[in-house]
């Protein structure tokens, strides 16, 4: 049995940033051995258990294969078999597909520390495509790693694009696009969040309201629309995401009635 750090934490640890959370990976165990360990279950279905003194989630190993539409459509496989690269080859962006051991050393099969050096967001692989809410994460951590120089890559832009033509967003709950929109909106760019998801098509799904406002010339300009760049104004002035929620509506209202 072997536990490595993922995710969000090994890559803010690169960084030099204060990680929010820490997710564990588990390889090499079965359920059982983790409940003989001490380990209580988080979720009866699925395979993520509680560490019995710091309370964070462990989760055993796993893959996932793409068995229908939208974000449900997914049959997960965890085991002592699973490898590390293989879960952590299922991760959204390179950049989260890194491992750290104790002793600090770094797994990273698929160069997101390169990615990090190069201020990149890519995919790891064409499974992206499989889970329409990623394009919604793909914007919302530009918007986050804006202001550090990050930039999405080429192929996962074009892939993002192909996303939003294939109409898998229309699957999404509004739970789901209102809970990455409002986290999005929480970050130090939020207006760079709707203009990934105006450049790459998704805006029209996601928040039609907007994306009329915006208009399809702005979709190829390098420069913010005007609205985008009042937005942009108001997040240096506030960092409150429900007062940015509401010049957003504003600025929507006065488009309308212009």
């Known amino acids: 049995m072997q536990t490595w750090l993922v995710g969000g934490a090994v890559r803010d640890k690169l960084l030099g940033i204060p990680a929010k959370d820490r997710d564990w990976v588990v390889v090499g165990a079965t359920p059982e051995e983790m409940l003989a360990a001490g380990f209580t279950r988080a979720d009866a279905d699925f395979p993520v258990f509680i560490h019995p003194q710091t309370g964070e989630e462990y989760a055993l190993a796993r893959v996932e294969c793409k068995t229908g539409c939208g974000y ?5 496989h965890a085991g002592p078999d699973v490898t590390l690269e293989q879960d952590l080859k299922r991760r959204d962006f390179t950049i989260n597909a890194m491992a750290m051991n104790e002793d600090g050393e770094v797994v990273d099969p698929f160069h997101g520390r390169d990615d990090l050096q190069n201020g990149r967001i890519r995919h790891v692989s064409d499974a992206f495509s499989e889970d329409p809410l990623r394009l919604l994460r ?5 918007a986050r790693f804006h202001r550090h ?11 993002m694009q192909e996303m939003a033509q294939s109409g898998e967003l229309r699957s999404l709950t509004p739970a789901r696009i209102w809970s990455e929109m409002s986290r999005a909106l929480s970050e130090p ?7 990934v998801l105006h450049s790459s098509g998704a805006l029209k ?6 994306a009329n406002c915006l208009g399809a010339d702005a979709r ?14 108001v997040a240096k002035q506030t960092s409150d995401p429900v007062k940015r929620w509401a010049a957003l509506l504003f600025l929507l209202h006065q488009c309308d009635t212009s």
């Open 72 to 76: 449900k459509g997914f049959e997960i």
């Open 189 to 195: 760019n939020p207006e760079v969040f709707f203009r």
């Open 205 to 210: 799904d996601v928040f039609p309201e907007l």
């Open 138 to 142: 793909a914007a919302r951590f530009t």
């Open 149 to 159: 120089g990050f930039h999405i890559a080429h192929e996962t832009h074009r892939l």
């Open 220 to 233: 190829s300009h390098q420069a913010l629309p005007e609205l985008l760049e009042t937005l942009a104004l």
